[in-house]
């Protein structure tokens, strides 16, 4: 998903930001050398030597809990934002229910 860092770059470089990029600081640059296409609904495969960042990013961002998701939250702005936050509350709001109440949910 897409970030808006702060202080907001030029506009024509903002297709390269992403919520990664604000947990791995040097992840945006990287890709941006390398003039990475990071996945896309249309296209959803990761390449191989990328697939390691996103694993750790992801193990940060669990051990981190909700703290870090709505730290996240800074990093967005209109519709991603939107969407990052719905997204963000409903797996909170999971991982704090008993297990017993989730099961019953389902």
């Given at each position: 998903?897409r970030?808006?860092?702060?202080?907001?770059?030029?506009?024509?470089?903002?297709?390269?930001f992403?919520v990664?990029g604000?947990?791995?600081?040097?992840?945006?640059?990287?890709?941006?050398?390398?003039?990475?296409?990071?996945?896309?609904?249309?296209?959803?495969?990761?390449?191989?030597h990328m697939r390691?960042?996103?694993?750790?990013?992801?193990a940060?961002?669990e051990?981190?809990g909700?703290?870090?998701?709505?730290?996240?939250?800074?990093?967005?702005?209109?519709?991603?934002?939107?969407?990052?936050?719905?997204?963000?509350?409903r797996?909170?709001?999971q991982?704090?229910w008993?297990?017993?109440?989730?099961?019953?949910?389902?």
């Open positions: 998903m970030r808006i860092p702060r202080p907001v770059p030029r506009a024509k470089d903002l297709w390269r992403r990664l604000a947990i791995i600081p040097d992840l945006d640059g990287i890709i941006a050398a390398e003039q990475e296409n990071l996945p896309t609904p249309a296209s959803p495969i990761l390449r191989l390691p960042a996103l694993l750790a990013g992801i940060i961002v051990r981190a909700p703290e870090m998701l709505r730290m996240l939250r800074r990093h967005m702005m209109g519709d991603n934002k939107f969407r990052f936050i719905e997204t963000t509350e797996i909170i709001a991982a704090r008993p297990r017993s109440l989730q099961m019953q949910l389902i």
